[in-house]
């Protein structure tokens, strides 16, 4: 029988050689490589820091703009100084947030706007508002003491969050190298989008993509328990988060779980709980199980329609002659809006990557079945699927990225200035 030799063990002070390990480039890039593969944002590699480069440039773009915008539309013509940059901010939405954020939901009926609870006759829908962004107003205000500096400065942080999240995302359909290029333009997509003013200002925008975003990241690496506390966040901030919630389990199903796999399913029932405990808390105040559904139909005319009459009340503002431009431009813009969310629901369809393809699917519904469309270029925003689409698309096809840019550049600029001058009609 031969003898089968016997490796002479290292001696003291003799070290063992390392097992040599193949090297696609130098220590450093291996080491951003394997941060990157982190569900959470706790390190940042080297993509991860040109992303918050493209965000710091592109706020600084919408601080220019904006500074124009009080030049540009001055209080009247006599005037000898541009608004105040915060003024400028303080719009729409913006006041509800600051109401609810100081008195609550169920403020004293004296008050301008104000709603008294149980059979007011001075409701101002302001439970249509889900409470997650004002929470957060309000402990920012503790420390920063205008309204709308603490809602800017939520929208900023959250907005960081929310495109080093998107990067990261659209880095999963590419390899390495080509991730690394597809990341930041998916960022640049989004922060260059026509509507991207509402990711600055102190909308819900930013706040429930910096939950949501790494809520679809954790469960694509499979943390379930992170990506339901996250996904409930979200739906704290917009009823949105039920519609991630629902993207979130189909993921889950899609990943073919067994025996003990099973036991992380109950964390993706928590983002209905902030939804449930919002009702059980309007209802206590109203008596009315869905006082922030009926809020949106009394004042934002969100009564259920069936999705071709919605079209037909949208497409008549848009083209009938009794329509002033403003809201005639608008009314085309949430049409447009529209057949952009249809094409990229078939899309994901075709693809068969269905978690997305349900969240796009339950979002249209929701913003299609109303009188007419209303929001829905903002919404936008909110489609990370589109965002990572075209950046993928634009690695393989450089014309997109030029083609995209020279088109919604202007857009931004000219729906900044006109939401920043009070000009917004959506």
Same mark, same amino acid.
């Given at each position: 029988m031969a003898r089968i030799p016997i490796p002479k063990a290292p001696s003291q002070g003799q070290q063992r050689a390392p097992k040599a390990v193949p090297s696609d480039g130098p220590p450093a890039r291996r080491r951003n490589v394997r941060l990157s593969r982190l569900p959470g944002l706790s390190s940042l590699d080297a993509t991860d820091r040109a992303v918050l480069g493209i965000y710091a440039l592109t706020r600084i773009a919408v601080a220019i703009t904006t500074y124009g915008s009080a030049w540009l539309f001055a209080a009247g013509p006599d005037a000898k100084h541009p608004a105040p940059y915060l003024s400028l901010w303080y719009r729409w939405d913006a006041d509800f947030f600051r109401k609810i954020a100081e008195n609550g939901y169920f403020a004293d009926p004296t008050e301008p706007g104000g709603f008294g609870g149980i059979g007011s006759a001075r409701p101002d829908n302001r439970e249509a508002f889900f409470p997650g962004f004002p929470f957060v107003l309000r402990a920012v205000h503790t420390v920063v003491p205008s309204w709308t500096a603490a809602g800017l400065l939520i929208s900023l942080v959250a907005g960081a969050v929310a495109v080093v999240a998107l990067s990261r995302i659209t880095r999963l359909h590419l390899p390495a190298e080509t991730g690394e290029r597809a990341g930041p333009r998916a960022a640049l997509f989004l922060l260059a989008s026509p509507c991207a003013v509402f990711l600055a200002a102190g909308y819900t925008e930013a706040l429930f993509l910096a939950f949501a975003l790494p809520a679809w990241l954790a469960a694509r690496r499979d943390r379930w328990a992170l990506a339901g506390l996250l996904g409930a966040a979200a739906t704290t901030v917009r009823i949105s988060g039920l519609f991630v919630a629902a993207a979130l389990a189909a993921q889950f199903l899609l990943s073919r779980p067994r025996g003990r796999q099973w036991r992380p399913a109950g964390w993706l029932a928590v983002p209905a709980l902030p939804a449930l405990a919002y009702s059980w808390y309007l209802h206590s105040g109203t008596g009315d %199980?869905?006082?922030?559904?009926?809020?949106?139909? !009394?004042?934002?005319?969100?009564? /259920?329609?069936?999705?071709?009459?919605? %079209?037909?009340?949208?497409?008549?503002?848009? /083209?009938?002659?009794?329509?002033?431009?403003?809201?005639?431009?608008? /009314?085309?813009?949430?049409?447009?809006?529209?057949?952009?969310?249809?094409?990229?629901?078939? /899309?994901?369809?075709? !693809? !068969?990557? %269905?978690?997305?393809?349900?969240?796009?699917?339950?979002?249209? %519904?929701?913003l299609g079945t109303s009188f007419w469309y209303q929001s829905i270029p903002r919404a936008t925003l909110l489609w990370w699927p589109l965002w990572t689409m075209l950046a993928v698309a634009s690695v393989r096809r450089p014309w997109i990225r030029s083609t995209y840019l020279c088109v919604a550049a202007p857009l931004a600029t000219v729906l900044a200035l006109a939401f920043t001058s009070g000009k917004w009609a959506g």
């Open positions: %199980w869905m006082a922030w559904k009926h809020a949106q139909e !009394r004042g934002w005319y969100r009564q /259920f329609h069936a999705p071709w009459e919605a %079209w037909k009340h949208t497409w008549d503002g848009a /083209f009938a002659d009794a329509t002033t431009t403003d809201y005639a431009v608008m /009314f085309q813009a949430e049409l447009l809006a529209m057949v952009v969310g249809l094409l990229l629901l078939a /899309f994901l369809v075709v !693809r !068969r990557r %269905w978690p997305e393809a349900l969240y796009m699917g339950l979002s249209l %519904w929701a």
